[in-house]
């Protein structure tokens, strides 16, 4: 990648579950520091579920050197468990977060204190003041459970008005989407980055599972490419391999600050796509 995009590389990684995962983690970001990445965030279970895990992952990144970003969600929180939480970051030497809502485990129920990522932000804000470098989540095609595209809109608006410093986006295969959104940001004068997040395509029945849970579109021309390498997992990786760089070459062209990496805990896909890009 150009020195410019490197500085604004990021990935994410999920808390292992095993002893072999978190080895196998730790050998996955030896492999991805090359890349020099600005921070690798980690993310947060469904209800707090991973929250150990989470910041365990969190330590390891500090203690190789490199700056990690917790995720916090609003599902089953408190304003004294994220009092807590933010306490126990800031002393680990934190200095970003990654603010979500976040999904609702099945069987849950509604519990919590906040009820959108933006009221978690102003509790943050409140909480912390400019301790934390605050990212929350964009949505260039639309939440899937927005009422309507400016409805969403103005979702985003409440969370950068509540004190977000800049935004990831939901992964995406149309350049369009995001710099339509990113011209609806601007419009009402929203002055926040909005980094694309990126996801590499190394399997179709994962990334149609995710998708079609997270209401992030597939392209037909895509899906149906997909579809005819029936199980040759060699040429869905290839193939893959050149959407994906393709689609990074536009945005960072047409100006994205920068790219957000969905590593999925590997690190193949997401080195090849910034060694083509610097090509």
Known sequence: MSDNAARHLSIEFFPPKTPEGVEKLR?????????????????????GSTQEGTFNTVRDILAEGQSAASHLSCIGATRATVAAQ????????VKRLVTLRGDLPSGYGTGGEFHYASDLVSFIRAESGDDFHIEVAAYP???PQAKSPASDLQAFAAKV???ANSAITQYFYNAD??????EEVDALGLNVPVVPG???????????????ACGAE???????RLQSF????????????????????QLLAGGAPGLHFYSMNHSNAVLQICQDIAR
């Open 161 to 163: 008005k509540a004190g």
């Open 86 to 93: 933010l306490a126990t970051l800031k002393t680990m030497g």
């Open 177 to 182: 989407a995001y710099f339509r959104f990113v």
């Open 27 to 47: 050998l996955v970001r030896q492999r991805l520091y090359s890349l020099k990445p600005e921070f690798c965030s980690v993310t947060f279970g469904a209800g």
């Open 198 to 212: 990126i996801m590499p395509i190394t399997s179709s029945t994962q990334l149609m599972r995710f998708s079609d």
């Open 230 to 249: 029936g199980d040759d997992s060699a040429s869905i990786k290839s193939f893959g391999l050149d959407v994906v760089t393709d689609l990074c070459r």
């Open 218 to 224: 597939i392209p037909r021309w895509i899906r149906l």
């Open 141 to 143: 095609e639309v939440h």
